[in-house]
């Protein structure tokens, strides 16, 4: 009978040689992967507001801004409304306003029915008359 030997498998302390040419282009690709799909711009809420206030906070003025209520005329023109002035023209308009004190500003109402070129006459008769703060506010319903 013959003896069936085992063979041992000798350990050997060299482990071989690692590809570094597939390491590098992994770690490549993976750079260039985080850097695509990272997202570098600010965060919006972390941006600051265009609008500035003085003094860091909300100040609270005895004026109240004028109101100007444009409103579909009974000739079918716009008429502007400014308290007890009614006034159908933007030079008019201007004229009324230049009278009228400057620092709380103007706010522009304007009705569902009337045109665009209404507010706009009126946007620019402010600015005429020399008020820096304009805004609109939309119609009531």
């Not at 965060?43 to 005895?62: H, L």
């Not at 230049?98 to 045109?115: F, H, M, Q, T």
Request: proline share 5%; glycine share 10%; aromatic share 6%.
């Amino acid at each position: 009978m013959r003896r069936v030997r085992k063979k041992r498998f000798k350990r050997s302390s060299h482990l071989g040689v690692l590809p570094l040419t597939s390491m590098i282009d992994v770690v490549f690709l993976l750079l260039v992967y985080f850097l695509v799909t990272s997202n570098f711009a600010q965060p919006e809420r972390d941006i600051s507001s265009a609008v500035q206030t003085e003094g860091g906070g909300v100040q609270v003025s005895e004026l109240q801004p004028q109101v100007i209520d444009i409103r579909k005329g009974s000739g079918g023109g716009v008429v502007f409304v400014i308290g007890s002035h009614s006034v159908g023209s933007k030079e008019a308009l201007a004229s009324v306003l230049s009278s009228l004190p400057k620092e709380p500003g103007v706010a522009i109402r304007a009705a569902r029915d009337v045109p665009i070129s209404a507010v706009a006459a009126a946007m620019q008769a402010s600015q005429d008359a020399g008020f820096v703060r304009r805004s609109y506010v939309p119609g009531e319903e």
